[in-house]
Structure formats: C-alpha cells, structure tokens
C-alpha cells in the first residue's frame, strides 16, 4: 500500500532560487512530530535573531541619522515579502554597554506595535560613545550566558539563524579577539552550524572609492572585513557606509536575510512530484515557479517563488505541504 507522508512547515520567504550553488539550509524549529495511520505530520517555523552593532562615537552623527530614517525600508523588506519571525536587536561599540540591549522593548519582533518607531528609538544610541570602539567584545558579552539569562533574555532562540550587521566607520579594537575568534564564538552558538551565522557591514571599506571619511585612526576595517569573509552569505554582504543609496542597500540586505533564512521546505524523504500540495493558509499556492512553488531535484526541496501574496491571509498563516513519497522502499 503507498504511504503518504504531509510535511508542514512554517516558512516564510520571498525569493526565487538562482541556481542550487546559492543555497544556504534554513534551519526549522520542530515543533511537533507525529505519526497516525502513516502519515507524518511536521510542525515547524523559521526564525531570525538580528544584532545591530552599531558604532556610536563622535564621527557616526550623520550615518545614524542616516540609519534610522531608512529603516523602515528593511523591515519592509520582511513585512512585505514573508512572514518571518524575527527579533531584532541592538548594541553599540562602546565597553561600558557592556552589550546589553539597547532601548525598550529590548528588541524588536514581528508582534512590536509601530515596529519601526520602536527600532529607530532603539537605534538612536547617540554619538557620546567610546572612540576606542569594540565591534567583536560587545557581541560576546550581549549573547554571554550572563545576558542571556538576565538583562537580554529571550532574545536569542536555540533554533533561530543569527545575523550580525555591523554600522561603523572604524576598525575593531577588541583586545584578543581575532576575526576567526568571533566567526567560532558564533558557529559554537549555532551547534557549528555554518549557514546559520550570517554577517553584513555597512561600513567604510579598505578599497573605498567614495571618499567616506574614515573615524580617527583612518585604519581601514581589515579585521572587521576578514570576519565579514568568512561567513557563508559573503562576498555581497558589504555595502559602503556613504553610499547615496544607503536605503536600497538596507532593503537588499534585509532580502538576503529571507532567502538564507527560509527560501526552501527541505523534504525528508523523495516525493512523487504530480501528489506535492502545497497551502498558505486557506489558499492553494500553484505550482508556479513566481507565484506559488517548485520542486527542486537536485535539493529534495519545495522552493517559494518570490511574488506570493503574502498578504492574503492573516498574519501568522501556516504552509502546509504534503506528498506521497515516490518510493517508500527506497526511502
């Protein structure tokens, strides 16, 4: 007798694949798993922590300002094309904060009322901080153990993928922590999971050629750029801190956070194609490589196409996506 298995999950996403290369396995929380009459049920999400850096000495006024009058176009970029689950945070680079959180709420979810309100308060950390500035020390003291369990509670979850942005027009001065310290400290905390480690940078580059001022030192972001290299959505994950598209930048950025977090429903076992059914909500997506799904052979994955209407069903609508499996001997 064939077996039929249904797997859903809770994925959120808006990107279409360009090749299987790109991929990076979006990591699912199961939420339950069971097993009736042979069929397989999976409850999953998808989830996002987001850790602002963000340099807050003397020479970062305008590039704050900057900041926050376009960060309504990043978490459009979510809000518009998937329903992700996030947390977002921020930290400055000045020891003293000794990485907490900074703001109230402490961080930002999907669930804040007028989110973006709550993110630009956050983010104005202001310009009063060390120029001595720590772009690595405060990410290891803001997910310690110690804050974890205290002051920045909640902000971190077992299951999420980390992304770290990094604001600044400095080099990091942490005392002992190399930029392979830092990548180790962070895979350690994703179980050495690599595609759950993400890094982006606005930042001044060393091959700048915009003429970005620089902080006092005038050292070019070496460390911080050799950090940015070793995480697997490199090498577009930096964008010059100038950059009279700074707005765009942020929405591209907040983009391939989606599609390494959730561009694909990873399948568990070899489906027969024609039985794949796939539901968002109470709507039926088509098999539609732009605005519902498709299979990839090569991934065993259900791939989202990028214009779904998301917005047809209510916030927090589940996908349900269920097959028979091709050949259940040989699965």
């Not at 009459?37 to 305008?62: E, P």
């Not at 900041?67 to 003293?96: H, P, Q």
């Not at 999420?160 to 190399?178: C, K, M, P």
């Not at 109470?282 to 605005?291: I, Y």
Request: proline letters at 5%; a negative charge.
């Amino acid at each position: 007798m064939t077996k039929r298995i249904c797997a859903f999950l809770l994925i959120l996403t808006a990107c279409s694949p360009e090749s299987a290369k790109q991929y990076i396995m979006p990591v699912a929380k199961i939420e339950k798993n069971t097993q009736s009459g042979g069929v397989n049920i999976i409850t999953a999400s998808r989830q996002v922590d987001i850790l602002f850096v963000v340099d807050d000495s003397g020479s970062m006024s305008t590039h704050q300002t900057n900041l926050k009058d376009n960060i309504s176009l990043f978490t459009s970029a979510f809000t518009k094309n998937s329903a992700l689950e996030y947390n977002i945070g921020v930290i400055t680079t000045t020891d003293s904060d000794g990485g907490r959180l900074q703001g109230f709420p402490t961080f930002v979810t999907e669930t804040t009322p007028d989110a973006d309100a709550a993110l630009r308060n956050n983010l104005s950390v202001g310009t009063s901080g060390s120029g001595d500035e720590k772009l690595f020390s405060p990410i290891t003291q803001a997910l310690s153990p110690y804050l974890l369990n205290g002051y920045n509670a909640g902000f971190l979850r077992a299951d999420s993928t980390l992304a770290v942005i990094f604001i600044t027009d400095a080099e990091d001065h942490s005392y002992s922590i190399s930029a392979k310290r830092i990548y180790d400290f962070l895979l350690q905390l994703r179980n050495g999971e690599a595609h759950r480690v993400l890094g982006y940078g606005a930042i001044v580059p060393s091959d700048d050629s915009l003429g970005c001022p620089r902080d006092d030192t005038g050292v070019g972001p070496a460390k911080l750029e050799e950090f940015l290299s070793l995480v697997k959505n490199q090498p577009n994950n930096i964008f010059n801190l100038c950059a009279e598209d700074f707005g765009l930048h942020l929405s591209k950025l907040a983009l391939d956070i989606v599609k390494n977090t959730s561009s694909a429903i990873y399948l568990d076992r070899l489906p027969y194609v024609p039985s794949i059914k796939v539901t968002y909500g109470k709507m039926e997506l088509p098999s539609d490589a732009d605005k519902g799904w498709s299979y990839d052979a090569a991934l065993n994955a259900v791939i989202l196409g990028e214009h779904i209407d998301w917005s047809s069903q209510p916030k927090g609508s589940k996908i349900e996506l269920s097959y028979i499996i091709a050949d259940p001997a040989k699965n």
